[in-house]
């Protein structure tokens, strides 16, 4: 006991003895700092009314969890103790004498404590009355007690636990703190949620004089302590110096906005759940609230001739109030599941068509038997093979190369005898090398078949032989054929596709094709030097078979064998007839010939979704890739198969196409069929798109059964929101590799600073001005990720490159697209290859002497030239169709995302205070709605796979129009069925996306646009939406993307420097116990050394780069040094459009000048050649500073695109990686930016956003906002750790303003 007692002495004394010295060592450099902490005492809650005594502090101990051992009525207890509710921030203790009145910006917050009340009344219920009617109860009621610490400011203090110091001390009655916001005694009951705010919802507050009752600066004559602060101590008595006292402004905290007030969105959840539903908790949080106090020395005279407040004048001693809240969005899910709806559908509908282009294909695409020597199947299964195959459509043609006879005309020889012969060739016949290939109808490029060895025989050899077969012995032989090959070819009609002047050639409109053979003289031995052929040696020889005429004929049908067929032999250079093939044909169809497919196996109908259309006759404007807006490019140039396209009607490119070069170049390349292979489209449907189609679907019911409460959340009630994975509004930041919640933006928040002015004369307060954000993550499409190696398989062979595979392109939308595009310009290079060396072909064969020779439509499938080029177009056309859908299953998950941030921002500029009650609605429906994004992300690795996502998402929303209209319960049911409610919402009932495409000149794509329909509560139409928005106005959004990278890793892109390569330095350092960075180096940063002089941070495990909740940018990222500027450039390009439109400076006013032209692309649409416009006045300063940042982290970009933003009433959203640690230093800079120009305000002509500020006091509120505000407890829902994650080296390399504070990093453990 001794031991114990002398070494807490020793300790204390230590204590003390490095306090003083730190102190002198200080100098009074630093001024000493005071805190007041609001704390609830067991000791002075135990009531003496004739009950238990400890009746308050049971309540109090049921409320903090506290196990009480069972002990409940009479018997002993523990005192509670000292429990602290709320503590102010440490504000500086002013050294002037007469400095005046000192004013905490952090309020204490006061929890409700009415649960405590009535056991802590007094015998006749006094606890609720005032001090004059409670006669000698006057002390009953809950006890509260306010303290004041003092602690030095030394510097050397500030790393070690500096002790802090009670110097005051006063006591106060809860009750009497109720009394004080209801203004007269008694709470108000209004209508708008709030029981201490008037009618139209502006706040009551009151003042009190609380003396100190204990402590250094209490004073005698008056340390009642019963009086408790009531409202007879309001006063001090006595002349001279007023004692030391606490001036107390009591005001209700905004937890719930109450309806229709500045800081109040119609995104809002409703602040009490709706009758019936038990979800609410579930699918919502709380909002997040933290309330400001600041001095107002200039403004309040401003103020003063305030319409709203037309008896109310402002006194000197006028104290601002700045409510901040974060709250999720009742959007962004049902925003969320109307796309999912819209996507699903259109994904099942691009499937359809693919499997119906494959099938298309497939029904012209012969089917090719292996030769009896490859063949592993039994005859019975070939012959089931057989039997499908014509019952699909097919004919079965057998044939069999017998010899080559160099005879004269057909006429002078009984080529019947033949059919009798059954005497096969000695040896010694000469061969010559027979190559056969197959013609269709519908390509100009030959089918290879088989190639062999055929017997050449001379005139009179070829007699002799067939004279020998006229012999009693061979009747009733047939011969066998030398080459022999059996094949599947489609019967087509005049509907397909078919070659220039084959249409109509045929009486019964049946095609089948044609079988051409080549022969080259080869020799045996030298018995062939008897043979005089008079063909020139290498000369090729060619025969055609024409299938159509067998199949009329009905040659060899399905109860027939092989007949002989007589072909003529031409030479291919001199057009002369030099002998006949002698062959062996049979020709089967079913039904004899007629064309009667079955159901196809890969049709329209196998894909699943909500669109039952044939894809034969369906509009592919329906389809995935039109709706997300791409553009079609193989379509566009002509390019079967239509998948993604509306195909033209059969031949219609053929005999209608404009004689224009691309009517010309599309007419060329109609006629060399598909470019694809059949494999690769059967891959495509059945596999990719049946999948990405799966996936949509599947989080369409899973986002609609969350809505309307079927979901089941049940098992995620004790999981901590970062581990919980079920739709919700919001979807915590290290969820992005989710795929079933890709289409939630994640982590959004409205975040709002709402401005109120406090007066001490008991009057309402004065809602003053608004500002509002809407923080989120980076809009991307994480769970497909940006490149990196997967061990996800699929097929290679099948030429499919998706998002899953090994070797697919790298990046986001940006660079995919740009990708895109360079695929498309490879595949035009192919194929104007392939149509060169296609002319180039039947040039030389119109120059050769070709007397008596048909002319051939098709190409043989042995010329190399053409071989590499149709080759290279296959593989450039898969390539590109497979990267097309990549990218338009990307654009919908991406846009999904940005969409409901930016709706959210959207309807939080209608709700009070914002834009639309300024008159920017009118600018609104004639020039859109402006919205700013205020991107953080680094250029390098996946950030810069996110930059690219978000800039594209963000340009997508150009094709979105908002209209707002009155919930109609009578409307019809067919719009009804489509619509996507919004639970919980007080005003908002629906929301319906609708696609709208215009189709494009030649067909082939369309501009797309959406409509996006919200309904309303119709009392709040009517009474709340402000005209110009009413009638079905389409307000059209106007987005613009501003980025600047703000962190290590952006300052290693602007300096060439590798963030490893800082890191190994940085450690190699370390190890010497100091930190070197070069130009860099910072010698204020915070370091130690540890043990084995080995860099240590407080609470910091990991690498110094790791951030957020990072998850690797991979060993081969590589960054992009200009993708910044770019962008910042388009944006102000943009933004001075818009500029220009809403503020005329031609004398134009802004309802007569013209809407603002986004793009190249509206600058097409319109007609209209792009002109370059001077700069806009109010854009110099962003142009500046636009111009100055290559290279750097300007962060003045930022700012002036915010600034200029709020000028023309625009939104506001800022993003991040994951929303919660750079945007929280972005957002924050923002608001004490916001509220410092408000306070500084001095002049009313002068416009908020050119009032000057000291950037001293806007980093001073920056920090206590980041310290004390909603940021914080963001980076907890997300994380599950109250903490920014920055390290040392990330701080470090950070601008200024939106440098933390380090108590605040996860480092070193947080102040809050």
């Known amino acids: 006991r001794f031991l114990k007692s002398g070494l807490k002495k020793a300790q204390q004394s230590i204590e003390r003895s490095v306090t003083t010295m730190a102190i002198k060592a200080d100098g009074g450099k630093n001024p000493d700092q005071l805190c007041v902490s609001l704390h609830y005492l067991g000791g002075m809650n135990m009531v003496n009314n004739g009950a238990n005594p400890h009746t308050v502090n049971l309540n109090m101990y049921n409320a903090l969890g506290i196990n009480n051992n069972g002990v409940v009525g009479g018997g002993i207890m523990q005192d509670v103790g000292d429990v602290c509710l709320s503590r102010t921030e440490w504000v500086e203790l002013p050294t002037a004498v007469d400095s005046g009145d000192l004013l905490f910006s952090i309020p204490l917050c006061v929890p409700d404590l009415s649960f405590l009340e009535a056991a802590a009344a007094g ?137 229709c007030t500045y800081g109040w969105s119609l995104t809002d959840a409703a602040s009490t759940p709706p009758t019936g539903r038990k979800n609410w908790l579930k699918m919502f949080q709380l909002p997040l609230d933290q309330a400001y106090a600041f001095n107002l020395v200039h403004h309040h005279q401003l103020l003063n001739s305030n319409q709203q407040y037309p008896n109310q004048q402002l006194s000197d001693a006028t104290v601002l109030l700045a409510n901040e809240r974060a709250v999720e969005s009742a959007l962004v899910l049902p925003l969320a599941t109307a796309c999912s709806l819209l996507f699903s559908s259109a994904a099942s509908l691009s499937q359809q068509l693919a499997a119906s282009a494959a099938t298309k294909m497939h029904s012209k695409r012969a089917l090719y038997l292996p030769t009896p020597s490859e063949e592993t199947r039994s005859k019975l299964e070939v012959d089931g093979v057989v039997m499908t195959a014509m019952r699909d459509g097919c004919a079965d043609v057998e044939l069999g190369v017998v010899a080559l006879v160099l005879l004269g005309e057909g006429t002078q020889m009984d080529f019947g005898l033949l059919s009798g012969c059954g005497v096969g060739f000695e040896s010694a016949v000469p061969s010559v090398k027979t190559t056969l290939s197959f013609q269709p109808p519908h390509t100009i490029f030959e089918e290879p078949l088989i190639s062999g060895s055929c017997p050449l025989l001379d005139e009179a050899s070829g007699t002799q032989y067939i004279n020998s077969l006229n012999g009693p012995s061979s009747a009733g032989v047939i011969p066998e054929g030398a080459i022999a090959t059996r094949f599947l070819p489609r019967i087509l009609n005049g509907s397909d596709d078919l070659l220039p002047g084959l249409a109509g050639s045929r009486q019964n409109d049946r095609y089948l094709g044609s079988i051409r053979l080549e022969v080259k003289v080869g020799y045996a031995n030298s018995a062939v030097d008897n043979i005089s052929t008079g063909i020139s040696r290498g000369t090729a020889v060619e025969g055609l078979v024409e299938l159509e005429h067998y199949m009329d004929a009905g040659v060899g049908g399905s109860g027939c064998g092989q007949v002989p067929v007589l072909a003529p032999a031409i030479d291919a250079i001199t057009g002369r007839r030099i002998g006949t093939f002698v062959l062996l044909l049979r020709v089967a169809t079913a039904n004899n010939g007629k064309h009667t497919p079955s159901s196809p196996q890969h049709g329209p109908g196998t894909a699943g979704g909500n669109n039952s259309t044939n894809g034969a006759s369906s509009s592919t404007t329906s389809g995935l890739v039109s709706v997300v807006g791409l553009p079609t490019l193989t379509e566009d140039l002509g390019l079967a198969p239509y998948m993604d396209c509306d195909p033209p009607p059969p031949n219609s490119q053929l005999a209608a196409s404009p004689p224009t070069a691309a009517g010309i170049r599309r007419r060329q390349v109609a006629t060399m069929g598909s470019f694809v292979s059949n494999r690769f489209l059967e891959y495509q449907a059945n596999v990719v798109r049946k999948r990405d189609a799966s996936v949509l679907k599947k989080r369409y019911d899973e986002y609609h059964q969350s809505l309307l409460e079927e979901s089941d959340v049940e098992g995620e009630a004790d999981l901590p929101l970062f581990q919980r994975r079920s739709p919700r509004p919001f979807r915590p930041s290290n969820s992005r590799g989710d795929a079933m919640l890709a289409g939630i933006g994640f982590n959004v928040h409205v975040q709002s600073l709402a401005l109120n002015i406090l007066q001490e004369n008991g009057n309402q307060a004065r809602q003053a001005a608004v500002t509002q954000s809407v923080t989120h993550g980076a809009p991307a499409d994480h769970a497909r990720g940006f490149g990196e190696k997967s061990n996800n398989g699929g097929d290679a062979s099948a030429g499919v490159i998706d998002s899953s595979k090994d070797g697919a392109p790298r990046g986001g939308l940006r660079r995919l697209e740009s990708t895109r595009l360079e695929f498309a310009k490879d595949l035009d290079d192919s194929v104007t290859g392939l149509i060169s060396a296609v002319g180039e072909h039947f040039k030389s064969r119109a120059n050769r002497n070709r007397a008596g020779v048909k002319p051939s439509r098709h190409i043989p499938p042995n010329l190399p030239s053409i071989i590499h080029y149709r080759t290279k177009s296959v593989e450039c056309a898969q390539r590109l169709h497979s990267l097309t859908w990549d990218i338009a299953v990307r654009r919908a998950n991406c846009f999904s995302q940005a969409l409901g941030i930016a709706v959210t921002s959207y309807l939080a500029s209608l709700s009070d205070g914002g834009p639309a009650w300024r008159g920017y609605a009118a600018i609104w429906a004639r020039h859109g709605y402006l919205l700013t994004y205020e991107g953080l992300l680094s250029a390098v690795g996946k950030e810069l796979g996110m930059i690219e996502d978000a800039s594209v998402a963000i340009s997508m929303l150009r094709m979105v129009s908002v209209v707002l209209m009155p919930d109609d319960p009578n409307s019809n049911n067919n719009g009804r069925r489509q619509r996507i409610p919004v639970p919980y919402s007080p005003y908002l009932r629906w929301v319906h996306l609708i696609h709208l495409a215009t189709p494009s000149q030649n067909g082939s794509n369309s ?263 909603n940021r914080i407890p963001i980076c907890e829902k997300n994380a599950g750790e109250p903490k920014f994650a920055f390290n040392p080296l990330q701080r470090k390399f950070m601008p200024e303003m939106l440098r933390p504070d380090a108590s605040l990093c996860t480092w070193s453990k947080p102040e809050t």
């Open 1007 to 1269: 501009k797309t646009q959406y409509r996006l329909e919200i309904g309303l509560d119709p009392s709040f139409f009517q009474s709340r939406v402000p005209d110009p928005l009413k009638n079905g106005t389409p307000v059209r959004f106007f987005p613009i993307l501003f980025q600047m990278g703000v962190d290590i890793r952006q300052w290693g892109v602007n300096a060439g420097r590798s963030v490893a390569l800082i890191q190994m330095k940085d450690n190699n350092s370390s190890k010497r116990g100091h930190v070197t960075m070069g130009d860099a180096a910072d010698p204020s940063m915070e370091t130690s050394t540890g043990e084995n002089n080995q860099m240590t941070t407080s609470g910091h495990g990991g690498s110094l780069l790791d951030d957020e909740d990072d998850d690797g940018d991979g060993e081969d990222s590589i960054p992009d040094n200009e993708i910044h500027m770019a962008l910042n450039v388009e944006g102000y390009r943009k933004l001075n459009a818009y500029a220009h439109s809403v503020n005329p400076t031609n004398g134009v006013t802004a309802a007569a000048a013209p809407p603002p032209v986004f793009d190249s692309l509206e600058y097409s649409a319109q007609m209209q050649v792009p002109q370059q416009q001077p700069i806009h006045p109010s854009l110099v300063s962003l142009s500046e500073a636009i111009r100055t940042s290559a290279g750097k982290m300007e962060h003045a970009v930022m700012d002036q695109a915010a600034t200029i933003c709020q000028r023309f009433g625009g939104g506001s959203t800022v993003f991040c990686k994951s929303g919660k640690d750079r945007t929280a230093m972005q957002v924050t800079f923002k608001q004490s930016q916001f509220v410092q120009r408000f306070i500084d305000k001095k002049e009313v002509r002068v416009v908020l956003e050119d009032t000057p500020v000291s950037s001293n006091d806007v980093f001073a509120k920056s920090t206590l906002m980041r310290k004390h505000g």
């Open 123 to 259: 015998p006749n219920g006094a606890a609720g009355q005032s001090g004059s009617s409670r006669g000698n109860n006057g002390d009953c009621g809950v006890k509260l007690t306010v303290r004041l610490y003092i602690r030095s400011g030394a510097t050397l203090l500030k790393a070690v636990a500096n002790r802090e110091y009670c110097i005051g001390e006063s006591a106060l009655l809860y009750t009497n703190l109720t009394q004080l916001m209801s203004g007269s005694g008694q709470k108000q009951s209004t209508n708008n949620g709030n029981k201490y705010s008037n009618g139209n919802g502006a706040l009551r507050s009151g003042t009190i004089n609380v003396p100190f009752t204990t402590g250094m600066l209490a004073e005698t004559s008056n340390s009642s302590l019963n009086s408790f602060g009531s409202c007879s101590s309001i006063h001090s008595s006595g002349g001279g110096d007023a004692p030391a006292a606490l001036h107390i402004t009591a005001t209700p905290r905004v937890k719930f906005n109450p309806p």
